[in-house]
């Protein structure tokens, strides 16, 4: 797992092996899952806390919808930004406590992010 992330990090098809990783954490009855996932947030290097979290009881296209919309929409004015940085600020935390919920509470947020980056998707189109 080391060598993988060795050899992932800075290369053209990270974002291909991130989301490899991503969707192999979605299997149940993995061995070594926490491993898995660190391994996925040191691949990744992303900001999104949550949704990283999250990524395994995710749909395919919500982490992708919700960088899009920081990109396009909350980084292109002041109040956004300020948002976005008191995201980086806290997410943390708030990754740290959805980590040690239950099952039921980690598919219920689940699908009210996937159910945002939907919404947000199509106001965007």
Known sequence: LEKFILFTKGQPFQPLASETLRKYLRAKNLKHTKDLK???K???????FVATELSPELAESTIPDLRRFR???LKQSVAGRSLVALYYRKGPRVAMAISCA????RRALASSLDLFAWLVRRTQV
């Open 38 to 40: 660190n391994a996925y």
């Open 42 to 48: 040191m691949i990744t290097g992303n900001r999104c």
């Open 71 to 73: 990109d396009r929409v």
């Open 102 to 105: 239950p099952s039921p509470l």
